[in-house]
């Protein structure tokens, strides 16, 4: 599986931007897939995910509300769509794939198989 995030920019604090990841190589089907971000200096964050059958999302609970993720399955692409953003949410954005993710590891970035280059996100105060 190759992921391609995509979408992140330069925004002002309250904005809103929505991140893309393509999937290719083969179907998401049974795959788990995942967001996590990370910032300079700091570990690897669980931003959120989706069990591509289904579409069962969840969110961090210091994101819910502010962040969504949804599929389309006829593009085989996630989407993250991240409203009311900080400054603290200034962070390189990932997206992973997963094929044994179960709920108990679904935070956990080494249960994901795959991972995509990130994209920049920076929010200015």
């Known amino acids: 599986v190759q992921l391609q995030a995509s979408g992140g920019g330069l925004v002002q604090a309250g904005d809103s931007l929505k991140l893309s990841c393509a999937a290719s190589?083969?179907?998401?089907?049974?795959?788990?897939m995942g967001w996590f971000r990370q910032a300079p200096g700091k570990e690897r964050e669980f931003v959120g995910g989706?069990?591509?059958?289904?579409?069962?999302?969840w969110s961090e609970d210091s994101m819910r509300g502010r962040f969504t993720i949804s599929r389309d399955i006829a593009k085989n692409t996630i989407y993250l769509q991240m409203d009311s953003l900080k400054p603290e949410d200034t962070a390189a954005y990932f997206c992973?794939?997963?094929?044994?993710?179960?709920?108990?590891?679904?935070?956990?970035?080494?249960?994901?198989?795959?991972w995509g280059p990130g994209t920049q996100v920076t929010v200015s105060s």
């Open positions: 992973a794939a997963g094929s044994r993710v179960i709920n108990t590891t679904r935070r956990i970035a080494s249960s994901y198989d795959y």
């Open positions: 190589g083969r179907t998401l089907r049974g795959y788990v």
């Open positions: 989706i069990r591509w059958n289904g579409g069962i999302t």
